[in-house]
Every structure is written in structure tokens, then in C-alpha cells.
């Protein structure tokens, strides 16, 4: 008994020694729990997935990636790491998606409650059936001005990145389609390749297999650049609209964040593990093969990013009269 | 035959990976040993296996693995039911109801071993005629799944629900169907999906997510059989046999048109919408009695009747996948739960499923069948001494089972109440004799349902033609409306004089 309580008292002191000089450089010392608010399989999941294997690798601990999905926009998830000490061991895993949870009644924070990192997004493009009549963007439009409101177009649910996406084109082309609802971007491709509707406005990264398959034929990119796909090169939709950029573009921001309320030292030990995997080769290999354009904002600077993409969906979504929560109430100021 | 060809290479392409990977023989004895005594158990069905392994894998390890887990479950427990069929004539699960009639007589006189090995010989064979069914018949499917649309979803949906009603009554048929309404009024609850409004939430953030399918799943399967199951607990007598069990493979190739006849039989039921393993032996039987020379002696220790059952239960599975996999609609109540694993790991059975599931499916079912028949012949003497564990032991296990499945998928509290709620009517359904598989039939199939038909009817600016413009929306129209009608008691009568008439 004597000597087990000399070997914990031994323990004790060595553990203070070792840390008393500068604890706060000793985040991290245990491991990092990231918890996604998105399914297991999605590309929210599967980027966070892949970057923390490669923060693991300039960080002195592991960094175990779960699931908490559910609730309102992800809100299940977002609550569930708002109630966990900001010391930095819990991150939570996200995308723009997130930023409606507050105005859909989900949580009640705006989102600068996190100090978020992102890894990247997937550009959205607009894309017709293989036996589409129209083969430019300008034939679609044409159509779309002779018959306002009737040529149906699928782009995820009311709200979405893509159904934004959606909104500006027809704001920025001055043009309407109808606009027809589905439960995600899969759904909504496959009606494309079913006939159902007569155009698809998802991202790249979910289009990629159906277009080099040739279900799938792509149009414009909604972003300034091109894109290179299947041997072929997609126009911007910029060059043919001036007015696009007022709108435009509206790109995913998927990543992870921690409590901005963490201290600096947590903040700055993520940045330089962060900033470090994203130089890496493993991360933009990644991205080449999956389609996605690297971000590598964070801090501030990605705050700035979501509280932009905030008052978008935020406002977008009270003028479509599905937000339950008026985003003034919160603090969103109309973009 | 090309076509066939590439098939079989892709098969064996995705059974090579499978076979050299050590993992998967762990989870594929576990699971089919797991299964085996499932379905031996009586009270303990199949549908039952694969949803407490979803709830415990689904979103725990790799859906690669967790397939494997649930399709060894899935086809050991269909299998495993006609050890208490034969020799308790209890059968362990609904679907070797059939085996009990010529199982029990075999083994009463003596050639329990025999028809043991005779049950283990048929489930392999029927296990493969069904897989190899699904092999070809998803792709063949798919090709046309392609062209299928909201109005062809809407109604094959309905079709599902009101099928699944049908043959799934005890009595009346009306109460199957009542069963799906009520499944498809649950399906209702949560976001709204082409609207984004919350529907019959009560203000509550939990019911925006809508009913989760697991926890319905567990309460509707799982509560109601141990709560009946520990109201009678009595074992039965068990009947010894001396004979060793070894397929008498004289017999297997004499009976060899049988086999046949009833796999594919057992394919095609399970290809219907949420028609499973039970319905597939019961008409194997039928139709096996009515042909056979042998048919009288049906029911009096046939060889043949056992083996029309015994193959169709088991060839189910493999058509019970096809629906499943090619249109996103489970072919049996055990679908049902594999679609709940599928969806929680964010894949959407579908048209647009990656191709390379359905081939790891294919060759997990083979290897399953192997493991469940080499378990079959040289460890069923362990699954028999299962059968005397009594039922006040094992149920309470299995409660716990199921409790803690409903509550690792969501992670949520509130998941269990709406097991429990959700268990206990569905028992007092039960006693009503109200068929409960159609209503998880109904809550899975709901949400398509409702997304489809509004969907179409927004696309068409509410105009209803739509569902007889499209040629195939119209043969499926037609099929829901001659299902109902063919259980009106007028339109039955009218039929009869008709056909007294012509005949």
C-alpha cells in the first residue's frame, strides 16, 4: 500500500514537473474527438476523414472521427459539441449546409459560435440528361425565356447550396425554371437520368461518375473557372452572363471548426497541424481525384466566408418561407 | 450470354477479393452461427437476426463488413428454423412453417437425421438458385430501372404496401392493408420533402427527423415476440433421432426438378414487394402438392414437401434482394431491416447504386450458403442442444439486445420510447391478429410514396393523368387497382359465375 501510494505520488510530481513550465503548449496530450454531423459515407464524413488522418500526422495524438448526425441541419451533431468543454479535444465536423440550423430552429447560436477551418468544396455545374435537346447553356435559357417557369429543374432540397446555386442562375440569366425538390443530390441526378426533370444543378464531385459514364451532360460551371471532366471542358457560366458575379459564386465550404470561445494556444496548435496537412501532397492528390477545390481558410478568415454564406441561406430561405426563426432575431444582417 | 459472362466475371472478381480477406471469415461464421441459432430459436425470426445486427453494425464498421454480418445472418436464420420445425414441430421462424408439416413426421419416424441433412442440402441449393437469380436479373433491371421515374416509384411503392397487406393477413385481408395505412401515416411525420414544412411534429425538433427505421423496426418485430414469447413459455418435446445427419445425395438428385421447380418459385415470391421467406415456403408447398404424383402424401412425412419448402424459404432471399437493390423497395420484411443498414450508411439502393455492392452482395451470399451449409452438416447437433434453453432465459437477452440496437444507431433517448410505443401496439395488433409486416413495409415504403406522388403531381401542375400517360406508371396502376378489386366479395362472385360460365 505504502509503496503504491510512493509510485503515485512519484507519478504526480513527475507529471507536474512535466508539465508546469508552459501547459498550455502541451494541447494536445490526449486524443481529439471529431464528431460529424453528417452520415458515415458523405463527402462531409469523408473529408474530415481524410484530413484528420493527415493532421494525425503533425500532431502528437490521434484523432478519432464519429458521427452525430440528426436534428435540423445538422443540428444534433452541432449541440452536441457546444456542450462539450471548448478545450479543444472535441471538433466538430461541418459544411455550409450548417449555417441554416439556427433559422430552421435547429440550435440557437449564429454560427460565429465556431472558429472554423475549411478544407475545400466541390464546384456546382449545371448539367442536362444525355438526350437533353439542348447542348449550351444559352439553347437551355432560350427555352427557359419562351416558356417561363415550366422547364422543370432538380437541385436538392429547398435551401441548398444547389437550389441557391439555382436561384442565382435564374437571377443572374434572368430566367425561371421550375424549381422541383429533392431529398438530396443523388435523387435529383437521378430524375435527370430518368427524364424527369430537364436539368440538374449539383456539384461537380457528385456529377463526376454519372458525366463520365455519359448520363450526364454538362453545360456550365456556376464558378468564373472551367472545369476539365471526361476528356471535355465545361464553360464558365460567367462568360456568358455579365451580371453572374453579382450572384455568384455560392461554393460549398466543408471542413471543421472548434469553439471559438477555445483559447489561442488550441486555436493556434490546429491552425499549424491544419495548415501543415493542406500543404501536403496527400491532400491535394485527394482533391484532384475527387473533384474538389482546396480551401485552406481558416480563423477569421473562414469566418468571414460562413458568415457571408449565413446571411445567403439565411435570407434566401425566409424569402421561400421555410425559415422558422427570423434571422434578424439572431443577429444575420440581409447580405 | 455475353452479358452473363461479364457478369460472372465481375462475381468472380469481387468473390476473390472476398475470400482472401481474413476479416471476412470472422464475421461470416459469427454471423451465420448468430443467425443459425436465431432462427432455431423459436420466437426469434430472421427479420429479427438482421435488424439487432443492424442496429449493433450498421453504422459501427464498414458497410463492406456489416453486409456480410447481415446476409450471414439473414440467410443462416431462414435456415436455422427448420431445426425446431423438424424435430419440436415448433417452427423457429414463420418461414419454415411449411417444413414442420413432412419434418416432423420424418422425424418422428426416425429419419430426423435424414431430413436434417436432407433441409441443410435444399437451403444451400435454393440459397444459390437465388443468388444466381439476383446476379443476372438486377442487371437486366437496372437497364430498365433506368427509365423509371416519380409516377413508376409512387405506385410500385403503393403496390408494395398493399401486396405486403394482402398475403401477409391472417383473416381478413382489409386488416393488412389497414396496417399499411397506418405504417404510411407514420411515414408522414418529420420535414416535409418538397416543402421543407415540419408535418405532424407537435413543435417537437425530435419528430422533424421523422420515425427512425430502426427503432420501428426493433419495436415492431422484436417487442411483440418476447412479450408473447415470455407470456407462453413452454418448450416443446424434442424428438430424438439416431440416424447421422449427411445429405443423401441419391435423394437430392432424384428430387433434383423439385429443387428446382421450388427455387425458382422461392426467387420469384421474394421478388415481390415485401413478401418474404413464409409466403415463398407455403406456395412452394402448394404448388409442389398440386404437381407432384407424390401429393397425397404430403403432410405425412414427404420427402418432396420438405424439400419444396425448405428450398423456396431459402431461394427468397436472393429474389428478396433484386427489388431491393434495383428500386430501393425490400423484397421481404428481412430486406426491409438490410435497407435500414443501407440507408444509415448513406447508401440509396437504387438506380444509380454502385454496381461493385452488388456484386460484394452476390458474393457474400455464396460464401454464406457454404458456411451455412458445412455449419449445417457438422455443428447442428450444438444448435439442437440451443433448442433446450428455455425461453425465459434467452428473451430477456434479446431484449436487451434490441434495446441497445435502437439506441446505437441514433444515440438518441427518445428512439427507445418510440421502440417501446411502437412494440406495444404492435402487440396488442398482433392479438388482433392485424399483420405488422406490413406496417414497417409501410413506414419504409411511406416516405417514398408520399415524395413520389406529390412529386409528380407538381411536375404534372396536379394533373392525375399523369399516372396512365407514362405506359409503365399504366401497367402498374393497373396492377394496384386489380389487387384491390380482387378482394372485394362482389368483384370475387362476379368472377366465379364467369368462369362457371366459360368453364
Known sequence: MKKMFGTLAGAALLAAVGTSPAAAQDYPYRDITTAVVWGAGGGTDTINRMIMAEMEKHLPVSINVINQTGGVAGSNGMVYVMNQPDDGYTLVGLSESNVTAAVQGGWDKKFDYWYPFIVGGSPDLISVPANSPYSTLAELVEAA?????????????????????????????????????YKGSAPGQEAAIAGEVALVVTSLAEQAPLIAGGELKPLAMLTPETAEIAGMTVPSAFDLYDGLDAYLPLKQAIGFAVHNSASDDVKATLTEAFNAAMAGEAVAEWAAANNYDIGGQSGPEAQALFETLEANFAYTLQDLGVATVDPASLGIEKP | ????????????????????????????????????????????????????????????????????????????????????????????????????????????????????????????????????????????????????????????????????????????????????????????????????????TFGWSYMM????????????????????????????????????????????????????????????????????????????????????????NFGKGSVEGL??????????????????????????????????????????????????????????????????????????????????????????????????????????????????????????????????????????????????????????????????????????????VALILSQIPFVQRAFGRLKRRTA
Open chain 2, 307 to 480: 424439400l419444396s419448402a425448405e428450398t423456396a424459404n431459402n431461394a427468397c432471399i436472393g429474389g428478396a434482394l433484386i427489388p431491393l437493390l434495383v428500386l430501393g423497395i425490400p423484397g421481404s420484411p428481412p430486406a426491409a431491416a438490410l435497407m435500414g443498414a443501407f440507408k444509415i450508411n448513406n447508401v440509396i439502393p437504387g438506380p444509380t447504386i454502385d454496381p461493385a455492392i452488388i456484386l460484394r452482395v452476390v458474393a457474400i451470399l455464396v460464401l454464406a450458403s457454404f458456411t451455412m451449409f458445412l455449419m449445417g452438416l457438422f455443428t447442428a447437433r450444438v444448435f439442437i442442444r440451443i433448442l433446450r434453453i428455455p425461453q425465459t432465459v434467452f428473451l430477456p437477452v434479446v431484449m436487451v439486445l434490441t434495446t441497445i440496437g435502437s439506441f446505437s444507431v441514433g444515440g438518441g433517448i427518445n428512439d427507445l420510447y418510440l421502440m417501446l410505443g411502437v412494440g406495444f401496439v404492435a402487440y396488442f395488433m398482433n392479438m388482433l391478429a392485424f399483420p405488422i409486416a406490413p406496417l414497417v413495409i409501410g413506414v419504409i415504403l411511406g416516405g417514398l410514396f408520399d415524395e413520389t406522388f406529390r412529386r409528380s403531381l407538381f411536375l404534372s401542375d396536379g394533373d392525375l393523368s399523369v399516372f396512365v400517360s407514362r405506359p409503365g406508371a399504366a401497367i402498374l396502376l393497373a396492377l394496384n
Open chain 1, 145 to 181: 425565356k419562351a416558356a417561363p417557369g415550366s422547364i422543370p429543374a432538380a437541385a436538392s432540397g429547398a435551401g441548398s447550396i444547389h437550389h441557391l446555386n439555382l436561384l442565382a442562375i435564374e437571377k443572374g440569366a434572368g430566367v425561371t425554371f421550375k424549381f422541383v425538390p
Open chain 2, 209 to 296: 427527423s421523422g420515425f427512425q427505421v430502426v427503432p420501428v423496426l426493433m419495436g415492431a418485430f422484436a417487442v411483440p415476440q418476447i412479450i408473447e414469447g415470455l407470456r407462453h413459455a413452454d418448450v416443446g418435446k424434442l424428438v430424438q433421432f439416431r440416424d447421422r445427419i449427411v445429405p443423401n445425395l441419391a435423394t437430392v438428385r432424384r428430387y433434383l426438378p423439385t429443387i428446382t421447380r421450388s427455387g425458382v418459385i422461392g426467387t420469384g415470391v421474394g421478388a415481390l414487394p415485401g413478401v418474404g421467406e413464409d409466403v415463398a415456403g407455403w406456395v412452394s408447398y402448394g404448388v409442389g402438392k398440386t404437381v407432384s404424383k407424390d401429393g397425397k
Open chain 2, 1 to 200: 450470354m455475353e452479358f452473363v459472362l461479364s457478369q460472372l466475371a465481375g462475381f468472380g472478381g469481387a468473390f476473390a477479393a472476398l475470400v482472401v480477406d481474413p476479416l471476412t471469415y470472422v464475421y461470416l461464421v459469427t454471423s451465420v452461427f448468430l443467425g443459425i441459432t436465431f432462427g432455431a430459436l423459436p420466437g426469434l425470426t430472421a427479420t429479427l437476426a438482421v435488424t439487432i445486427l443492424t442496429g449493433f453494425f450498421g453504422n459501427k464498421i464498414p458497410l463492406d463488413y456489416s453486409l456480410i454480418a447481415l446476409l450471414g445472418a439473414y440467410v443462416g436464420a431462414i435456415y436455422g428454423g427448420s431445426y425446431p420445425s423438424i424435430l419440436l414441430n415448433i417452427p423457429g421462424t414463420a418461414a419454415s412453417a411449411a417444413t414442420a408439416m413432412d419434418g416432423h413426421p420424418l422425424a418422428k419416424a426416425g429419419r430426423g437425421g435424414e431430413a436434417l441433412g436432407l433441409t441443410t442440402t435444399a437451403s444451400f441449393i435454393g440459397t444459390l438458385i437465388g443468388t444466381f437469380a439476383l446476379l443476372v436479373f438486377v442487371w437486366a433491371l437496372l437497364l430498365v430501372s433506368k427509365n423509371i421515374a416519380s409516377p413508376e416509384k409512387a405506385l410500385l411503392a403503393l403496390f408494395g404496401i398493399l401486396l405486403s397487406g394482402t398475403l401477409m393477413s391472417e383473416d381478413l385481408v382489409i386488416k393488412g392493408w389497414i396496417a399499411g395505412l397506418i405504417g404510411l401515416a407514420m411515414a408522414m411525420v418529420g420535414m416535409d420533402p418538397l416543402l421543407s414544412e415540419p408535418r405532424y
